[in-house]
Nanobody, 115 residues
Framework: QVQLVESGGGLVQPGGSLRLSCAASGSIFSNSVAGWYRQRPGKQRELVGIITRLGVIKYGSSVQGRFNISRDNAKSTVYLQMNNLELEDTAVYYC?????????WGEGTLVTVSS
């Protein structure tokens, strides 16, 4: 069983930055696709960014150019660097690991962008 533990959420002003981390237990991480999704108030969950085991990256259109995703396979951790945050980035951010047809999810971490 894979467990994902997110950290790094919190309150930030517009234009600020935050870095989210997600540490995975188990041995599948290095061979998985890892990423982040978010659910804004009143909206469906959406893609923020994913990164394959070889480092191929895809971002959601609303964060392209502002957010950077990376991974450290030795630490079984995926990161999300969020820059130039906007009010609309307020959401619960979920870590995801996808391996052999199975999605694993973290419990989510709240990011609030407010002045």
């Amino acid at each position: 069983q894979v467990q994902l533990v997110e950290s790094g959420g919190g309150l930030v002003q517009p234009g600020g930055s935050l870095r989210l981390s997600c540490a995975a237990s188990g041995s599948i991480f290095s061979n998985s696709v890892a990423g982040w999704y978010r659910q804004r108030p009143g909206k469906q969950r959406e893609l923020v960014g994913i990164i394959t085991r070889l480092g191929v990256i895809k971002y959601g259109s609303s964060v392209q150019g502002r957010f950077n995703i990376s991974r450290d396979n030795a630490k079984s951790t995926v990161y999300l660097q969020m820059n130039n945050l906007e009010l609309e980035d307020t959401a619960v951010y979920y870590c995801n690991v996808y391996f052999v047809g199975v999605d694993y999810w973290g419990e989510g971490t709240l990011v609030t962008v407010s002045s």
